[in-house]
């Protein structure tokens, strides 16, 4: 069992960057890749970034390639956002979660992952 806590979240002016965190318990953080999707209202939730096991491999959904950063402190138990140039349309509630698959070209299926946290809200002002 894996509980997630995701902090970080709150309202940045375009352009401006944010960095979220998810905190995992327990001792097994390590043989879980982790992803962040996020859900605008009215919208589906949609992928975002995930990273591998030991932090080797990333990967992004275009939309926000190149201005998103994912990385992990397996010593914390910690997965981190970085999110740079943030535009109105990044504003959603995120969210982080553990998967036991370890290969890229599952990540981005909501189905995959087996834990989720509850969620923290970004705001992006125009």
């Known amino acids: 069992q894996v509980q997630l806590v995701e902090s970080g979240g709150g309202l940045v002016q375009a352009g401006g960057s944010l960095r979220l965190s998810c905190a995992a318990s327990g001792r097994t953080f390590s043989t879980y890749a982790m992803g962040w999707f996020r859900q605008a209202p009215g919208k589906e939730r949609e992928f975002v970034a995930a990273i591998s096991r030991r932090g080797w491999t990333t990967y992004y959904a275009d939309s926000v390639k190149g201005r998103f950063t994912i990385s992990r402190d397996n010593a914390k138990n910690t997965v981190y956002l970085q999110m740079d140039s943030l535009k109105p349309e990044d504003t959603a509630v995120y969210y982080c979660?553990?998967?036991?698959?370890?290969?890229?070209?599952?990540?981005?299926?909501?189905?995959?992952?087996?834990?989720w946290g509850q969620g923290t809200q970004v705001t992006v002002s125009s």
């Open positions: 979660a553990a998967t036991p698959q370890n290969y890229q070209a599952v990540w981005a299926s909501r189905i995959q992952y087996d834990y």
